[in-house]
């Protein structure tokens, strides 16, 4: 199908807005319009056969891109992981790991908070030393340096 650039700038706005008179205020200038006839020029173009079909194929690539779930990311770093113990690659292993535990909502990039915590004792902890000492079984040393410097900390806080 052939549009212009700026019907083509709308198509793509409207997929991004959602709102057909915002998406034709990006695409064409406006300046000495009255909303009214913003809207009216915005209802034509989503009427004109054209414009509908295009939109209706980008809002169809843009719902396969959204279609990743949690569960498919969660299943892609699983494999990643896998692969990464494979290749002995312990620091992809790790971040695997981790990205799986971000995805399921077991670790927070910041979080606030005032008094003083038990970190050692939380349940989320538990769930990443656990997942990370797991990934780093086939690799001992490793796994005792970790180990070590683990003890160490939940020790002073403990």
């Not at 008179?21 to 209802?43: D, F, G, I, L, V």
Request: overall charge positive.
């Amino acid at each position: 199908m052939n549009l212009t650039p700026k019907q083509e700038a709308f198509c793509l706005a409207y997929i991004e807005t959602g709102n057909a008179t915002a998406a034709y205020r990006q695409a064409y200038s406006c300046e000495n319009m009255k909303p009214e006839t913003e809207n009216r020029k915005a209802k034509e173009l989503t009427d004109n056969g054209k414009i509908s079909a295009r939109i209706s194929e980008l809002q169809k690539t843009h719902q396969k891109r959204h279609n990743v779930t949690v569960d498919s990311l969660v299943a892609d770093l699983e494999a990643v992981s896998k692969l990464a113990v494979e290749k002995a690659q312990c620091s992809a292993a790790v971040n695997a790991i981790m990205g799986q535990a971000k995805l399921l909502g077991k670790l927070t990039d910041k979080v606030q908070h005032s008094g003083t915590i038990d970190f050692s004792t939380s349940h989320e902890w538990a769930v990443v030393r656990a997942t990370v000492l797991l990934a780093l079984k086939p690799y001992p040393s490793a796994l005792k340096a970790v180990s070590d410097s683990l003890r160490t900390l939940e020790s002073r806080n403990g």
